[in-house]
Every structure is written in structure tokens, then in C-alpha cells.
């Protein structure tokens, strides 16, 4: 698969938080997520691991019982049922990649 960059097909996730599925294969998917400045990510875990990377910004990541000040340039690898939340400390853009395919995730 493959897509070629554009500003359209954004969804609102949560409150200041907008995702996008950029690609998917059989069995990851990769997502693009904005989050705008003071941004709240709640506690919560999935089935999925999830591995990310900070292309802008800065956030406060909690993986389970740690929190990381998250800056640009700086990634992650969340096991799949560990809690996790996030908070935007200033406008961010993530990029992550789920395995296997998060299903609610596709267009």
C-alpha cells in the first residue's frame, strides 16, 4: 500500500485530538495523531502494541507507572494491556504504528 501525503481525512478522536490512518498492511497500521496544546489522553490499554514517535511538540507520556517527558525526535514501544495516557504540553504531532491492526482504526 501506498499513499501520498494530503490534508484531508482526519478524525476527531477526543477533545483537541485529531488521528489519521496513513497506511495498513496485514498485519500493522500506521497513524498520524495531532494533539493540540493541553490535550488529555485519559488512562487506558489495548490489545495492540503500539510504537511511536514524536515528530513536533512536546508531551507527557505515562506508560503504566513511569512518565517521560516526550520532545521531538524522542519514541516508544507500549506493550500490548500496559495502561498508558498522554498530555500535550504544547501542539504535537505523533506518529504510531499498531500491531496487529487496530480494525477501528481503518477508513
Not at 488512562?43 to 508531551?59: D, S
Not at 494491556?81 to 477501528?104: G, K, L, N, Q, T
Amino acid at each position: 500500500m501506498f499513499r501520498k501525503h494530503d490534508a484531508s481525512g482526519y478524525t476527531k478522536a477526543l477533545d483537541k485530538i485529531t488521528r489519521k490512518t496513513l497506511v495498513h498492511g496485514d498485519r500493522t497500521l500506521m497513524t498520524e495523531f495531532r494533539l493540540e496544546r493541553g490535550a488529555v489522553l485519559p488512562k487506558h490499554k489495548h490489545p495492540h502494541e503500539q510504537t511511536g514517535y514524536l515528530v513536533a511538540g512536546r508531551m507527557d507520556l505515562t506508560i503504566g507507572d513511569e512518565t517521560h517527558a516526550v520532545s521531538a525526535g524522542d519514541s516508544w514501544c507500549i506493550p500490548g494491556y500496559m495502561e498508558h495516557s498522554a498530555a500535550a504540553r504544547e501542539d504535537a504531532v505523533a506518529i504510531e504504528v499498531f500491531c496487529p491492526v487496530r480494525e477501528d482504526y481503518l477508513t
